[in-house]
């Protein structure tokens, strides 16, 4: 398999709508996330993913929310997905996560423009899904070797 952004957008739309808290919201993108991210490659091998990885963002997901400070939300979003890759380092088999790069919080404020017109919260959830996975597809793994692969 490899990853689809429609699979993130799909899922994520339940978390543009009908949540009662900042938790609760932090739990359903970092569940999407990990369904979405169970089926990324590097080099033909898959994540061993262990859930750690989603309480990770979860718990992060849940400071950025519940702050609402818009200068520092993309960094704080930014690190909560830098931290599912690499806190501790996602296995490739004898690979390991090693770089989870900037830019993400960057494409995530790109995405703010289209998502205040969006006329549904799919449309914004596919805007949204689209910037987190450009950005996931720059995580890099390396081999023993070294070889180092992109997430596909």
Do not use: C
Not at 34 to 39: H, I, K, V
Not at 49 to 77: C, H, I, K, R
């Amino acid at each position: 398999m490899a990853l689809v952004a429609s699979t993130l957008s799909d899922l994520l739309q339940s978390t543009f709508r009908g949540v009662d808290s900042f938790a609760a919201a932090a739990a359903g993108w970092a569940s999407a996330y990990r369904t979405y991210a169970q089926s990324a490659q590097a080099n033909g091998v898959p994540p061993v993913l262990t859930g750690l990885e989603e309480a990770v963002l979860a718990g992060q997901l849940t400071a950025a929310f519940a702050a609402l400070d818009p200068n520092t939300f993309p960094s704080a979003f930014e690190a909560a997905f830098q931290a599912f890759w690499l806190t501790p380092p996602v296995a490739f088999g004898s690979g390991a996560a090693t770089l989870a790069p900037p830019g993400l919080g960057s494409l995530l404020v790109s995405t703010y423009p289209a998502n205040l017109v969006a006329p549904t919260s799919a449309a914004a959830a596919i805007n949204v899904a689209a910037a987190i996975d450009a950005w996931t597809r720059l995580v890099s793994v390396t081999f023993p070797g070294p070889v180092v692969a992109v997430l596909v």
